[in-house]
């Protein structure tokens, strides 16, 4: 019963971090792609 728990709580904070990894991952990605497009256009243009 402790071991089911415990492989449990495991799998829940596996799937918090994932979550968390993937949100960052989407969120960092919209940033880079802001901040490259506000300084490439200048330079393009």
Known sequence: ML???FVFDI????????AL???M???QGR???DSE???L???LQ
Do not use: E, N, V, Y
């Open 41 to 43: 256009i200048p330079k």
């Open 3 to 5: 071991s089911g728990d």
């Open 25 to 27: 991952t989407l969120f």
């Open 31 to 33: 940033l880079f792609t």
């Open 11 to 18: 799998s829940l904070l596996q799937t918090i971090l994932f």
């Open 37 to 39: 497009r506000s300084t």
């Open 21 to 23: 990894f993937a949100i």
